[in-house]
């Protein structure tokens, strides 16, 4: 790794620890050259792809995915850490399913199930943007239908 201030090639690593449950890796490096120190992060890759409904393939992006979450949830009692969590938990899912590609509808569906179980609010404001909501009826009826599966598990 060179350093990025001196770029000098050789550089120690002074600390190495596991991050987000495991599928990243933090160093904390040291320029052996100059002294400086800097942080790198080590993620698990695969060629993951996503496939659209107009049948476009793009490669998978966890930071679309992050922005997204983070529009959703905005203002509302999710965590950072929540979020970032369940990220990591979808993409190991599609990695160890061995598939390179992915259909859009399921990760979609399965964030909406992640903000469904976590903040109702979220998950309007995402299904809004996901569902592609053309007028207040159509929010109107997921709101209703989130009504309705909430009175079904209280009674």
Same mark, same amino acid.
């Given at each position: 790794m060179k350093c990025p201030k001196c770029r000098a090639p050789d550089t120690k690593v002074l600390d190495s620890r596991? &991050? %987000?449950?495991?599928? =990243? &890796?933090r /160093? /904390? /490096?040291?320029?052996? *050259? =100059? !002294?400086f120190r800097f942080t790198t992060y080590e993620r698990f890759f695969t060629e993951l792809f996503v496939v659209k409904k107009d049948g476009r393939r793009e490669p998978f992006s966890r930071e679309k995915l992050l922005i997204g979450l983070r529009k959703a949830c905005h203002k509302r009692p999710i965590s950072e850490e929540q979020i970032q969590r369940f990220? *990591? %938990?979808l993409e190991a899912e599609l990695i160890l399913s061995g598939e390179s590609e992915i259909p859009s509808h399921y990760i979609g569906e399965r964030i909406m199930n992640f903000l469904k179980n976590t903040d109702k609010v979220a998950y309007i404001r995402f299904a809004s943007v996901y569902k592609d909501f053309k007028d207040l009826d159509e929010f109107l009826a997921q709101i209703e239908k989130l009504k309705e !599966?909430? @009175? %079904? @598990?209280q009674g």
């Open positions: 596991p &991050i %987000e449950d495991g599928l =990243c &890796i /160093r /904390r /490096r040291e320029c052996l *050259n =100059c !002294g990220l *990591n %938990e !599966g909430a @009175s %079904e @598990s």
